[in-house]
C-alpha cells in the first residue's frame, strides 16, 4: 500500500515562501506527481503537476510564484512556493499517479495559511 506523507505548510506573511514536499513509500514509480489545493469553501483544484520526465504545468494562479520539482530515485515531489498571498491559503494535496497502474493516491493534506 503506498503512503504519501507531506511536510512543509505552516503560516507564513504575504511574500513569504514555503516549500512543501511529498514522499512516496515504497518502490512504485509514478509517472505523474502534483499538488492540488482546496480553500475552504471552494473546490479543490491542480496548482502544479509533474511527469517523470520533468514536464510541467501550472496553474495560471501560481505561473512564475510555485515552482515543482521531484526526485525519481526518492519517489519525493516538492513544491517551492514564493511571493505567497493570501489567496494561496488552502490544503494543499499532494497526488501521484501509479506509471503501472494508474492508480491514483492522495495525501492528507497540509494546511498553508499566508496571513500578516
Known amino acids: 500500500q503506498v503512503q504519501l506523507v507531506e511536510s512543509g505548510g505552516g503560516l507564513v506573511q504575504p511574500g513569504g515562501s514555503l516549500r512543501l514536499s511529498c514522499a512516496a513509500s515504497?518502490?512504485?514509480?509514478?509517472?505523474?506527481m502534483a499538488w492540488y489545493r482546496q480553500a475552504a469553501g471552494k473546490e479543490r483544484e491542480l496548482v502544479a503537476a509533474?511527469?517523470?520526465?520533468?514536464?510541467?504545468n501550472y496553474a495560471d494562479s501560481v505561473k512564475g510564484r510555485f515552482t515543482v520539482s521531484r526526485d525519481n530515485a526518492k519517489n519525493t515531489v516538492y513544491l517551492q512556493m514564493n511571493a505567497l498571498k493570501p489567496d494561496d491559503t488552502a490544503v494543499y494535496y499532494c497526488?501521484?499517479?501509479?506509471?503501472?497502474?494508474?492508480?491514483?493516491?492522495w495525501g492528507k493534506g497540509t494546511l498553508v495559511t499566508v496571513s500578516s
Open positions: 515504497g518502490s512504485s514509480s509514478f509517472n505523474t
Open positions: 509533474i511527469t517523470t520526465g520533468g514536464r510541467t
Open positions: 497526488y501521484c499517479k501509479r506509471t503501472i497502474s494508474n492508480v491514483v493516491y
